[in-house]
């Protein structure tokens, strides 16, 4: 391992300064560092010197993880449509009740 570690966004592949709370290309916010090698995931803390279960560090010389197009990024927090659809199907089927219930 040579040099300091380097993080990236796990969502568009951007760099980020370490200790960053949220990225400066897509708006991310990040909760915890993930380790794109094994996938174990910490506070910043654990991984001064890399991945502290797999050793996993880019290097100054080794290049950032490819960035994803616009088309592959999700908007952070975004749900499945099929929740949204549920959720009004059930917020509709409340509000005829409380129709009927009134009559």
């Known amino acids: 391992m040579n040099g300091s570690p380097r993080f990236f966004c796990e969502n568009c592949g951007a760099e980020v300064p370490r200790g960053a709370k949220r990225c400066a290309s897509c708006g991310r916010h990040f909760a915890s560092v993930l380790c794109p090698k094994c996938g174990f995931s910490g506070a910043e803390g654990l991984f001064s010197s890399g991945c502290p279960v797999c050793g996993y560090c880019v290097s100054p010389r080794q290049s950032a993880p ?5 088309s592959e990024m999700k908007p952070a927090g975004a749900l499945p449509l099929w929740v949204y659809a549920l959720t009004f ?4 089927l409340v509000a005829a009740a409380a129709i009927a219930l009134l009559r």
């Open 66 to 70: 490819k960035s994803r197009s616009p």
């Open 89 to 92: 199907f059930f917020l509709l």
